[in-house]
Nanobody, 121 residues
Framework: DVQLQAYGGGLVQAGGSLRLSCAVSGFTFDDYAIGWFRQAPGKEREGVSCISRSDGNTYYADSVKGRFTISSDNAKNTVYLQMNNLKLEDTAVYYC??????????????WGHGTLVTVSS
């Protein structure tokens, strides 16, 4: 079974940094994409960033460009989301998810549980 486990959330002051990790297991495909999504209270879930496992292609939502960096350690089957210069509006539950097709990374096939990121003033 495909499993994705996101961790690394926590409480951070505005302007600070956090790194989220997504451990992936059970994937039988050599090529897939991992995406990070978030959902703030009262808001719809938003696709934040994606990375292709095979060629490293990346995608960022405009709201996080220049502040967040997604990366992949294929040997560890782990994808990271480095979040810098965090803002109050980044507060959300963050999820990682997997897509068989990179082109559909914002419409993933598998979801993991979320990790809460709280940015305080």
């Amino acid at each position: 079974d495909v499993q994705l486990q996101a961790y690394g959330g926590g409480l951070v002051q505005a302007g600070g940094s956090l790194r989220l990790s997504c451990a992936v297991s059970g994937f039988t495909f050599d090529d897939y994409a991992i995406g990070w999504f978030r959902q703030a209270p009262g808001k719809e879930r938003e696709g934040v960033s994606c990375i292709s496992r095979s060629d490293g292609n990346t995608y960022y939502a405009d709201s996080v460009k220049g502040r967040f960096t997604i990366s992949s350690d294929n040997a560890k089957n782990t994808v990271y989301l480095q979040m810098n210069n965090l803002k109050l509006e980044d507060t959300a539950v963050y999820y990682c998810a997997a897509s068989i097709d990179w082109r559909l990374c914002l419409r993933p096939d598998y979801w993991g549980h979320g990790t809460l990121v709280t940015v305080s003033s």
